[in-house]
Protein backbone atom coordinates (compact mmCIF):
# COMPACT_ATOMS: atom_id res chain seq x y z
CA UNK A 1 0.00 0.00 0.00
CA UNK A 2 1.34 3.31 -0.78
CA UNK A 3 2.05 5.88 1.91
CA UNK A 4 -0.80 9.29 1.08
CA UNK A 5 1.09 11.32 3.79
CA UNK A 6 3.44 14.10 2.28
CA UNK A 7 5.41 14.32 5.13
CA UNK A 8 7.11 12.10 7.38
CA UNK A 9 5.50 11.70 11.25
CA UNK A 10 7.97 13.15 13.98
CA UNK A 11 7.34 11.55 17.21
CA UNK A 12 6.74 14.28 19.69
CA UNK A 13 5.14 14.36 23.51
CA UNK A 14 3.36 17.77 23.55
CA UNK A 15 0.28 18.97 25.18
CA UNK A 16 -2.66 20.15 23.48
CA UNK A 17 -5.94 21.37 24.21
CA UNK A 18 -9.24 21.76 22.53
CA UNK A 19 -12.56 22.33 23.13
CA UNK A 20 -14.20 18.97 22.95
CA UNK A 21 -17.47 18.57 20.73
CA UNK A 22 -19.40 16.75 23.79
CA UNK A 23 -19.07 19.85 26.08
CA UNK A 24 -17.67 23.25 25.60
CA UNK A 25 -15.23 22.70 28.19
CA UNK A 26 -11.34 22.16 26.96
CA UNK A 27 -9.85 18.68 27.05
CA UNK A 28 -6.54 18.22 27.21
CA UNK A 29 -4.56 15.70 24.84
CA UNK A 30 -1.20 14.06 24.56
CA UNK A 31 0.19 15.05 20.88
CA UNK A 32 2.13 11.29 19.72
CA UNK A 33 3.32 12.36 16.34
CA UNK A 34 2.83 15.17 14.03
CA UNK A 35 4.30 16.83 10.75
CA UNK A 36 3.27 20.36 8.85
CA UNK A 37 -0.23 18.24 7.84
CA UNK A 38 -1.87 16.80 10.20
CA UNK A 39 -1.43 15.42 13.93
CA UNK A 40 -2.28 12.12 15.55
CA UNK A 41 -3.13 12.67 19.69
CA UNK A 42 -4.85 10.88 22.24
CA UNK A 43 -7.32 11.93 24.64
CA UNK A 44 -9.48 10.42 26.87
CA UNK A 45 -12.78 12.32 25.31
CA UNK A 46 -14.50 10.68 22.10
CA UNK A 47 -14.61 12.20 18.91
CA UNK A 48 -16.28 11.44 15.68
CA UNK A 49 -14.49 11.37 12.18
CA UNK A 50 -14.78 15.17 10.22
CA UNK A 51 -15.30 16.66 13.48
CA UNK A 52 -13.84 19.99 13.27
CA UNK A 53 -11.59 20.93 16.25
CA UNK A 54 -9.80 24.04 17.58
CA UNK A 55 -6.65 23.03 18.76
CA UNK A 56 -3.74 25.07 20.41
CA UNK A 57 -0.58 23.22 21.22
CA UNK A 58 2.67 24.09 23.35
CA UNK A 59 5.86 23.63 22.15
CA UNK A 60 8.48 23.72 23.80
CA UNK A 61 10.33 27.50 24.66
CA UNK A 62 7.67 28.82 22.29
CA UNK A 63 4.02 30.11 22.76
CA UNK A 64 1.51 28.01 22.34
CA UNK A 65 0.33 27.59 18.80
CA UNK A 66 -3.25 27.78 17.70
CA UNK A 67 -4.58 25.36 14.30
CA UNK A 68 -7.92 23.96 13.33
CA UNK A 69 -8.12 20.28 12.53
CA UNK A 70 -10.67 17.76 11.11
CA UNK A 71 -10.58 14.43 12.69
CA UNK A 72 -9.93 11.67 9.54
CA UNK A 73 -9.59 8.45 12.10
CA UNK A 74 -10.34 7.64 15.72
CA UNK A 75 -9.28 4.21 17.24
CA UNK A 76 -9.90 3.13 20.66
CA UNK A 77 -6.69 2.20 22.72
CA UNK A 78 -8.04 0.81 26.19
CA UNK A 79 -9.69 3.62 28.12
CA UNK A 80 -8.42 6.32 25.69
CA UNK A 81 -9.43 7.08 22.08
CA UNK A 82 -6.32 8.52 19.39
CA UNK A 83 -7.24 10.46 16.56
CA UNK A 84 -5.78 11.20 12.91
CA UNK A 85 -6.15 14.56 12.61
CA UNK A 86 -5.24 16.88 8.94
CA UNK A 87 -4.43 20.58 9.62
CA UNK A 88 -7.41 22.40 7.94
CA UNK A 89 -6.34 26.19 9.52
CA UNK A 90 -3.58 27.93 10.78
CA UNK A 91 -1.89 31.50 10.84
CA UNK A 92 1.53 31.96 9.20
CA UNK A 93 3.12 32.96 12.51
CA UNK A 94 1.74 29.42 13.67
CA UNK A 95 2.91 27.40 10.97
CA UNK A 96 6.24 29.10 11.05
CA UNK A 97 6.45 27.78 14.51
CA UNK A 98 5.42 24.50 14.18
CA UNK A 99 7.78 24.25 10.51
CA UNK A 100 10.54 25.45 12.94
CA UNK A 101 10.15 22.38 15.86
CA UNK A 102 9.16 19.68 12.96
CA UNK A 103 12.67 20.76 10.97
CA UNK A 104 14.73 20.77 14.32
CA UNK A 105 12.69 17.16 15.57
CA UNK A 106 13.68 15.56 12.15
CA UNK A 107 17.04 16.76 12.64
CA UNK A 108 17.70 15.28 15.81
Not at 46 to 69: D, F, H, Y
Not at 76 to 89: P, R
Request: charged fraction near 20%; aromatic fraction near 10%; proline fraction near 3%.
Amino acid sequence: MKERRAYQRVLSHLTAWYAGSSSMQNVTARIVNLSPAGICFVSDVPEKNGQQLAVTIELPGQEEIRLMVQIVWTEQVQENYQFGAKIIDIDIESEQKLLFFYTRQQNG
